[in-house]
């Protein structure tokens, strides 16, 4: 997570540290990570997904879905999908989740969460333009564990 915050604090008088602490100082009480869902992992030039939400979930496999406002044409579309997750036993050990093979166009993607028992997984996701220059914020989704209803896509 350090490399997307030193990108999008490049052109900026602080480092990449202070702005993630800037960006998410309101997701902290004095004592612990208060709201998950106010949390940026990332932050950028990009623009961020919309409508973003899951669709279903199957064991490890998470489906998610998003629309997009922008032209499916050029380079927006092929924007690499990027995951973190924390997860309700590791809240401050963010994992970058593995084998996400999604692009902006696609609209849809398959997670593999990489833990099958948790309470909840608190997933953040953005893109990553084709050459890793360049990110968009982080768009959250939480993810009920296991015992918990989870909503299906009719």
């Known amino acids: 997570m350090r490399e997307v915050w030193q990108v999008a604090a490049r052109d900026t008088p602080v480092n990449g540290y202070n702005l993630f602490l800037k960006w998410n100082i309101h997701a902290f009480n004095d004592r612990t990570l208060a709201t998950p869902s106010a949390l940026s992992m ?7 997904m919309h409508d973003l ?5 199957s064991g490890r496999l998470v489906t998610l879905i998003w629309s997009n406002s922008l032209e499916m044409e050029g380079r927006s579309a092929a924007e690499r999908l990027q995951v973190v997750a924390l997860f309700d036993r590791r809240m401050y050990s963010p994992v970058w989740l593995k084998g996400v093979h999604a692009c902006r ?6 997670i593999d969460l ?3 028992n948790f309470h909840k997984a608190h997933l953040y996701c953005f893109f990553c333009s084709p050459e ?3 990110f968009s914020a982080s768009v959250y989704v939480c993810v009920p564990g296991n015992g918990e209803q989870q909503p299906l896509e009719v």
């Open 114 to 116: 990489e833990q099958e």
């Open 53 to 57: 939400r899951m669709a279903g979930r």
């Open 132 to 134: 890793g220059e360049a």
């Open 42 to 48: 990332t932050c950028g030039s990009l623009p961020r």
């Open 105 to 110: 166009g696609d609209r849809k993607a398959v």
